[in-house]
């Protein structure tokens, strides 16, 4: 693995959420990466922003780290939930919340 | 450089062969587009692993020349 894969690794498995994005929750640099946070913030998500626009590596990295070609990407509990289309289609449908709540973070 | 909603579709209908694929360019500026695609290859696979699926038909092409393809992936309904 190679150091942002392990940092990356890391990150993933040691906070309950983690959203990988462009700009920070507070300030999203990206629609995509608002929409997710938005969507979090509504359901009362505790969750860690990564910024991938800090570093060039970690833009990249985080791709090859799930084979997802696009940001933002969400993990819950170390697992890939989805980028920005798959969380909105869970939020609509009630799946987000009630996996979240499955899992013991909302 | 962009795609063409033409383009799009062929390339997830070469690794696809049965795919129903639908694509709207929302801005009108060949960068952003929604495709809505049903496959019975997506059968038994996660949402994650069928949006994959087609992410490597565009073989790479997403996130780079193709900025944004908003995408949604369903199976096609059973005949009664």
């Known amino acids: 693995m190679t150091d942002i894969a392990k940092w990356i690794d890391n990150e993933v498995k040691s906070n309950d959420v983690v959203l990988f ?11 995509f990466s608002g929409r997710t946070t938005q969507i979090l913030n509504h359901l009362g998500v505790t969750f860690k922003g990564v910024n991938v626009l800090e570093s060039n590596d970690l833009r990249q990295g985080i791709k090859d780290y799930t ?4 940001i933002p990407q969400l993990y819950v509990k170390g697992e890939f939930v989805g980028g920005s289309d798959i969380v909105m289609e869970m939020f609509q449908s009630g799946e987000l919340k009630q996996m979240l709540a499955d899992k013991g973070v909302a | 450089m962009a795609m063409s909603a033409a383009d799009i579709e062929r390339f997830i209908k070469e690794a696809l062969p049965d795919a129903v694929v ?3 360019d ?17 059968k038994g696979k996660s949402r994650v692993q069928q949006h994959q699926m087609v992410y490597s038909a565009l073989k790479g092409r997403m996130g780079g020349e193709l900025h944004a393809l908003a995408l949604q992936t369903s199976i096609p309904q059973e005949q009664p």
């Open chain 1, 21 to 31: 994005m462009k700009g920070t929750p507070e300030a999203p640099m990206c629609g």
């Open chain 1, 67 to 70: 084979n997802w070609p696009t």
């Open chain 2, 22 to 24: 639908d694509i709207r």
């Open chain 2, 26 to 42: 929302l801005a009108g500026d060949g960068d952003h587009y929604a495709a809505n695609v049903v496959s019975a290859a997506f």
